[in-house]
């Protein structure tokens, strides 16, 4: 079993920036995509960012692309999501989430593992 430890969220203002950390327990997960999805009240979960296991092929989701920033560290497992010029729908809680295999995904059903999500709130 894969556990995920995210860290980063907030509140900020309309126009601000932060940064989320996704920490993996085992080591296993740098030879998988990892990623970054989202969910908000009323709202499905839905894509945010991914990366394969190498940190390459980034992808993004349009209402994303040119703010959100995902890396990963392979050697500590550990992967980013650096968050500029928020806006009030980006409020949500950010899941962090480890592929089943090697790829970026966008595809929910293709995530193997899930954090606990963290809390990003934007203020207009």
């Known amino acids: 079993q894969v556990q995920l430890v995210e860290s980063g969220g907030g509140l900020v203002q309309t126009g601000g920036s932060l940064r989320l950390s996704c920490a993996s327990s085992?080591?296993?997960?740098?030879?998988?995509?990892m990623g970054w999805f989202r969910q908000a009240p009323g709202k499905e979960r839905e894509f945010v960012a991914s990366?394969?296991?190498?940190?390459?092929?980034?992808s993004y989701a349009d209402s994303v692309r040119g703010r959100f920033t995902i890396s990963r560290d392979r050697g500590k497992s550990t992967c980013y999501l650096q968050m500029n010029n928020l806006k009030p729908e980006d409020t949500a809680i950010y899941y962090c989430?480890?592929?089943?295999?090697?790829?970026?995904?966008?595809?929910?059903?293709?995530?193997?593992?899930w954090g606990q999500g963290t809390q990003v709130t934007v203020s207009s």
């Open positions: 990366v394969s296991w190498n940190g390459g092929n980034p």
């Open positions: 085992r080591r296993t997960a740098s030879n998988n995509g």
């Open positions: 989430a480890v592929a089943r295999g090697a790829s970026a995904t966008t595809d929910p059903s293709l995530v193997q593992y």
